[in-house]
T-cell receptor, first 114, second 112 residues
Framework: NAGVTQTPKFQVLKTGQSMTLQCAQDMNHNSMYWYRQDPGMGLRLIYYSASEGTTDKGEVPNGYNVSRLNKREFSLRLESAAPSQTSVYFC?????????????FGPGTRLTVT | QQPVQSPQAVILREGEDAVINCSSSKALYSVHWYRQKHGEAPVFLMILLKGGEQKGHEKISASFNEKKQQSSLYLTASQLSYSGTYFCGTAPMKTSYDKVIFGPGTSLSVIP
């Protein structure tokens, strides 16, 4: 099993450009998450999806959109990138059915917006 | 609201013990602990649930004081491999246990 995979690993954007970060998991998990990590701020939840077809806002959703394409895939879109969105983005998944379980994190995407 | 972690950073010698604390201003349903090594993804350590249930690695010890909305992670006889940043995450309600909010992290360095 590959676990949680993310593409791309690195990306540089200019202000105003758009892009989509891809995430996929092969563990048949119900829940998927997008976090951003900035120095000294820890992991901040952007959006999450408790099941296929549902999404919900986290702590810092502004400037982002998500799509839960199917049970495996959960994408994060930046419509008009800003320098404040420079960060490391982690996708995670979790079984969650019947209660909280551990989250499995992907390797991350390092995004720089100039 | 983001939970508060203390200390922000700690340096230990191999074999020493450490306690990392996590507190919230809200009533909690669950507390989650993760460790992240530099340049890597966070890795699960433990979940503590209201009512006393715990899920996690046998070698990790933690407590959850529901009345005080506090949790502590106990690292005993530390090893070099314990170095990293420790994050606690909290979920306030059983119906929203998916929505885990993480603290800013505690940096732990173990030196020979």
């Amino acid at each position: 099993n590959a676990g949680v995979t993310q593409t791309p690993k690195f990306q540089v954007l200019k202000t105003g450009q758009s892009m989509t970060l891809q995430c996929a998991q092969d563990m048949n998990h119900n829940s998927m998450y997008w976090y951003r990590q900035d120095p000294g701020m820890g992991l901040r939840l952007i959006y999450y999806s408790a099941s296929e077809g549902t999404t919900d806002k986290g702590e810092v959703p502004n400037g982002y959109n998500v799509s839960r394409l199917n049970k495996r895939e959960f994408s994060l879109r930046l419509e008009s990138a800003a320098p404040s969105q420079t960060s490391v983005y982690f996708c995670a998944s979790s079984p969650t059915s019947g209660g909280p379980y551990e989250q499995y994190f992907g390797p991350g995407t390092r995004l720089t917006v100039t | 609201q983001q939970p508060v972690q203390s200390p922000q950073a700690v340096i230990l010698r191999e074999g020493e013990d450490a306690v990392i604390n996590c507190s919230s201003s809200k009533a909690l349903y669950s507390v989650h602990w993760y460790r992240q090594k530099h340049g890597e993804a966070p890795v699960f350590l433990m979940i503590l649930l209201k009512g006393g249930e715990q899920k996690g690695h046998e070698k990790i010890s933690a407590s959850f004081n529901e009345k005080k909305q506090q949790s502590s992670l106990y690292l005993t006889a530390s090893q070099l491999s314990y170095s990293g940043t420790y994050f606690c995450g909290t979920a306030p309600m059983k119906t929203s246990y998916d929505k885990v909010i993480f603290g800013p992290g505690t940096s732990l360095s173990v030196i020979p």
